[in-house]
């Protein structure tokens, strides 16, 4: 970051977290997660973890 002179971000307080949030979708998405998750042997949780955190990580490269 000091590098690229961007500013370092400060902590965050994650105690002000729960790390749980709900979210509706579409019934056919629901059904595509489902059959990836299942593919990939792991719970439907856990692969829309990946997905949001692969994202994530993108998005932060591109800033």
């Known amino acids: 970051m000091l590098e690229d002179v961007k500013e370092i971000p400060l902590p965050s307080d994650l105690q002000s977290y729960s ?12 059904r595509s997660l489902f059959i990836h998750a299942k593919e990939e042997g792991i719970s439907m949780n856990q692969y829309c973890l990946y997905l949001l955190a692969k994202n994530d990580t993108e998005y932060k490269k591109r800033r």
């Open 19 to 30: 790390g749980q949030f709900k979210l509706r979708i579409l019934k056919s998405l629901h």
